[in-house]
């Protein structure tokens, strides 16, 4: 009598990473990725919408959502990027909190866990940048957020370097329900290239502008388009800022800065779309944009999509 074959389980899921501003969260996605789909910065409050990253291996589809820090709002786009956040801890299968392992805990853990007490999600305490402390202070760490919150997991890790990520991905596993695969496996993101291509240039004028600028800067995509019977994309893109002053320095001394943020977006804009890219970039002035709902609606911060 032949016995029955037993089919492989596969599993999916998905994970929200959750955090206070610039302790790793897209530094992470991206490394677990394998390549660039969030973009990255030292400025706080870099991600303003959420990203989805797709893995997947065999047996797994981890389906991973890197939401913005969560702060004390400031203005509408503040709100915005809240509620992204916030929504996400009831619609996953698991949440990741990361915190800063070189930062104490503070008001800004507390107010993230007070979000938790509703939560029936499993939660995993993620501390990142271990490579940057000593292991003594590690179990210090470890010992306070214990007396905080019953977590299901603890795990440090270095995002950057990539310590301990392979064992943070196996007990994300074990975690995740049996399920269909949600997406194609040769997929790593849910946002599509124009979202990405935006985004890298984002990040290049966030790099190469003063303290001023990050918080007031969106980037617009005009045109996207493959030239017939040539090996060349032409994007058009918009970069807004909120006042005249802050357009003087986007652009620079004859034309210096946004020729460098353009070069450098290039180059990643190439990597990503396999293929040689004419590039034009444009600065507009839009006062008070990140308080005006109709211009975030354009900008691409839609409420009804969370």
């Known amino acids: 009598m032949n016995k029955e074959i037993k089919q492989p389980v596969f599993k999916s899921g998905f994970i929200s990473i959750i955090g206070r501003p610039n302790v790793g969260k897209s530094t992470f996605i991206n490394r677990v990725i394998g390549q660039k789909i969030a973009i990255m910065s030292d400025k706080p409050q870099t991600t303003r919408n959420k ?16 939401t913005p820090g969560i702060h004390k709002p400031k203005h509408k ?3 915005f990027m ?3 956040a916030q929504n996400t801890l009831k619609e996953v299968d698991l949440i990741l909190f990361m915190v800063n ?8 853990e507390e107010f993230i866990i007070e979000k938790f007490q509703s939560v029936k999600t499993p939660i995993f305490l993620i501390i990142n940048k271990i490579d940057r402390i000593h292991p003594d202070k590690l179990l210090t760490v470890i010992e306070t957020y ?4 019953p977590f299901a997991e603890i795990i440090p890790i270095s995002a950057l370097e990539g310590n301990n990520v392979e064992t943070l ?6 975690y995740l329900p049996e399920g269909p695969m ?18 890298l240039i984002r990040e290049k004028a966030l790099h190469l502008t003063r303290e001023e600028i990050p918080h007031s800067l969106a980037v617009v ?14 994007v058009m893109a918009t970069i807004i800022v909120e006042r005249d002053s802050q357009k003087g320095i986007v652009i620079g001394k004859q034309g210096k800065m946004l020729k460098e943020i353009g070069k450098r977006a290039r180059v990643d804009i190439e990597n990503l779309l396999g293929t040689k890219v004419f590039l034009e970039l444009w600065v507009k002035v839009q006062k008070d944009w990140r308080n005006k709902a109709s211009q975030l609606r354009d900008y691409g911060f839609r409420e009804d999509e969370y």
Do not use: C, W
């Open 146 to 149: 214990k007396e905080k919150y």
């Open 77 to 79: 786009l503040g709100d």
């Open 51 to 66: 990203v989805q990253g797709v893995l997947t291996t065999s047996d797994t589809q981890y389906i991973f959502i890197d």
């Open 182 to 199: 949600y997406y194609p496996a040769d997929q790593v993101t849910d946002h599509p290239e124009r979202f990405i291509v935006a985004e």
């Open 101 to 108: 392992a070189e930062e104490g805990f503070g008001r800004g």
């Open 221 to 234: 995509i005009e045109k996207m388009e493959r030239k017939q019977n040539q090996d060349l994309v032409h």
């Open 169 to 174: 991905l196996e007990q994300v596993k074990t």
């Open 82 to 84: 809240m509620k992204v």
